[in-house]
Structures are given as structure tokens and as C-alpha cells.
């Protein structure tokens, strides 16, 4: 058993080690770099010797990135929600890849908000998350895998442990499920191209995704748009309970992300890159097991979480 097991670990050391040739001459473009993620693994490829090419959504964020890095980096403006934003940014990283082709598209950019009870929240308050970070993300990809494939590269797509089991209501578990569903389709269908897709499934970091502005705010303003029937169905102890809960997930989420850009980097760097990364104990510990419990036994414990509504049965 003992000899097994250092077998097994030299195994994943060997993997974990085993890196791509010539990083220095590889391009990476990654979306979403004003902030987070997706600017910290910029500046941390920069830091390998990577040619990384940072998409960024605010002219702001795109300088502030350009000055804190170097001239191995270079910055555009995208918004994934615009098709013309994406076709303009496509043919900007043609003319910087060239027929070297691109070795890695990481599909970072995300956002969480709105998100609360689905009953509270309108359709546009769906469509806002899920074109970010689904529709968004299957159009980027779509107009980047040319260069993709002519590189034999890989695809990185920003999922999350809310893509494995629906913790909160709104678009962002929605979206969530969407990538894990387009990534694992694509996986199958480009491996005879020799191109790898992982996912990225991290845990509850604290991250610009959850905007800046002050929960309880939030949350209010979603409550008091709400028809007065609904309000009087869910009932004021409910609202103040809801978000508290919120506020309490919020305060004990991660701030260490290192976890989560090192596994960016392996799925980029790697011979051997993972399908999926699991960054964070509670992905680990919670989310993961809650999602191969029957599906009695995870609804069950999800709902000791919620608060009771007033007119609960």
C-alpha cells in the first residue's frame, strides 16, 4: 500500500512538473483583466516570461494593468456582451498571434449580480448575468478557437462550485451549469485537434464579482420593488434573515486567491492540465460532496439553510 501510494504521488509530481516547452514565445489571452482573477494571472504570467494579451472592459482598468506590468503584455477593450466588441478583439489578437496561433484562451471575465430568491428577480435580471458569463463566453470562444486550434492550445473556462450545485437563485448558478455543459461538449469534440479544455470550479473567494456596492443595499432595493402580495408571502423576518446569511457567506468568503490563479497557470503551463480544478477547501469539503449526495439528501440540507417564509406550509 505504502509503494503505491509514492508511486501515485510521483505520478502527480511528475504531472504537475511536466511543463510546455518555450513558454517565453506563447500567447495567452485572457478576459476580464481590470480586476481579480484575471488581472492577478496577467500579472503573474507576465512575471513567467509569457506574452500575455489582457482584454480588458474599462480604459481605466487597461492602463492601470499596462503600467503595473511590462511590455510583454498587451491590453484591448472587450465587452463580451457585444458582438461587434468580440469581432474587433478577435481580429486585434490575429494580427498579434500571427500563424503562431493563440496557445491559451482563458474565458475570466464574470459577473455574480443581481442574485437572490428567483421569485425576486425579473428576466433581465437573468439575461444580465447569464450573457456575461455564458452567452459571452460561448461567443469569445467561438471567434478565438481558430487560432486556438492552429496552436493545438488549450481553453480555460472560468466556472465555479455554484456550476455544480445551485447554492443561490439568479443567473449566476444558471450561467454556471451553462459553461460546465458548453466546456465539457467542446472537450470532446476539439481532442482530435489536440486541444485541451479545463475548468476552473473555485470556491467562495472574495472578488469583485460581488460588486462593490453595500449588500444590505442591494438587497433592499430587490425587496422593495417586489409587488406587496410577493412581499407579504416571503414576510420582513425572511428578508432580514435572507441577507444576513448573504452577508455571512460574504464575510467568511477566501480572500487568499493565490489557490485559484496557481490552478489558472497549470491549466496553462502544464503537459498535463487537469479537466477540472477545485481551488479552495470548501469547494473540497462542501460543494463537491453536496453535488454526489441523492438529490433528496442535498435539498434537504440546503433548505435547513434557508429562512422559513410567512406563508410557509
Sequence with gaps: MAALTDLSFMY???????????LSEKYVFITGCDSGFGNLLAKQLVDRGMRVLAACFTEEGAQKLQQDTSYRLQTTLLDVTKSESIKTAAQWLRDQVGEQGLWALVNNAGVGLPSGPNEWLTKEDFVKVINVNLVGLIEVTLHMLPMVKRARGRVINMSSCGGLVAVIG??????????EAFSDSIRRELH???????????GNYRTAILGKENLESRMRKLWERLPQETRDSYGEEYFRNYTDKLKNIMQVAEPRVRDVINSMEHAIVSRSPRIRYNPGLDAKLLYIPLAKLPTPVTDFILSRYL???????
Design 307 to 313: 429562512p422559513r417564509p410567512a406563508d410557509s406550509v
Design 192 to 202: 482530435y485537434f489536440g486541444v485541451k479544455v479545463c475548468i476552473i470550479e473555485p
Design 12 to 22: 502527480r509530481w511528475f504531472k504537475n512538473c511536466n511543463l510546455v516547452g518555450n
Design 170 to 179: 439568479g443567473g449566476y448558478c444558471v450561467s454556471k451549469f451553462g459553461v
